[in-house]
């Protein structure tokens, strides 16, 4: 069963929250799991670069980087299909090819792309679930990295393997690698969702808990603003 739409118009946070209890309890990403650092370290270049990962739902992924050191911006939209489909009402039928995902703009000499890796399977998403993500369920809440330039796919390659021999997680890792198709931001409102809607009862179900697990997984990462799309 998948959750009620996220539109405000239709449910209110409250409904939310009870529906999504009712189907599912928090796991895994939940409570955090903490994966290993990366034996290969990324080397890039100097300058801002760009990250974009699928997780689910994209408020908690947004909600989740936005409190990383050197990331300076993130947005929330869609990978994998085409810009004429993207459009969270299109997108939300689960045909047009696209992933919920966030687009995430960092600074490496604060904080590296195998970092954000690190964060992103320890935290921000359970890379257990296939074409899901806790009560969110269809194609467009897969978990994928999408790779932005030869570098990240060199570490995304090497970190796969890594984590995939951990045996940290008790069911088989099905994180995509999918080829860069482009970004779209989606609309306005879902951009800072959870810093404007810290009440809302999918962010308190779902994910204040990523939040609260970066943060004590991850001290030396955290900062307590939330970085504004």
């Given at each position: 069963m998948s959750r009620p739409r996220k539109?405000?118009?239709?449910?209110?946070?409250?409904?939310?929250?009870?529906?999504?209890?009712?189907?599912l309890q928090p796991a895994q990403a939940e409570s955090g799991v903490l994966a290993p650092a990366s034996a290969v370290q990324a080397r890039e270049a100097k300058g801002v670069k760009t990250a974009v990962f699928a997780g689910g739902c994209f408020w908690g992924m947004e909600a989740v980087f936005s409190h990383v050191k050197g990331v300076t911006s993130v947005v929330s939209g869609f990978e994998g299909g085409s810009r004429a489909d993207a459009h969270y009402e299109i997108v939300s039928t689960g045909t047009t090819g696209h992933a919920e995902a966030v687009q995430i703009t960092y600074d490496p000499a604060v904080v590296r792309y195998d970092q954000l890796l690190q964060v992103f399977f320890s935290v921000a998403s359970d890379p257990t679930q296939l074409n899901r993500q806790y009560p969110d369920t269809g194609p467009q809440y897969r978990n994928a990295i999408v790779p932005q330039n030869s570098e990240q796919v060199r570490?995304?390659?090497?970190?796969?393997?890594?984590?995939?021999?951990?045996?940290?997680?008790?069911?088989p890792i099905v994180t995509a690698v999918e080829p860069n198709r482009g970004?779209?931001?989606?609309?306005?409102?879902?951009?800072?969702?959870?810093?404007?809607?810290?009440?809302?009862g999918y962010i308190r179900m779902w994910d204040a808990p990523k939040v609260t697990a970066l943060k004590r997984g991850f001290p030396g990462l955290w900062k307590p603003d939330f970085t504004r799309g």
């Open positions: 539109d405000l118009r239709i449910l209110a946070g409250v409904v939310v929250a009870a529906f999504a209890a009712a189907c570490v995304t390659t090497a970190y796969l393997a890594q984590i995939k021999k951990s045996g940290l997680w008790k069911r970004f779209f931001p989606a609309e306005g409102y879902h951009q800072d969702f959870a810093l404007k809607n810290p009440d809302h």
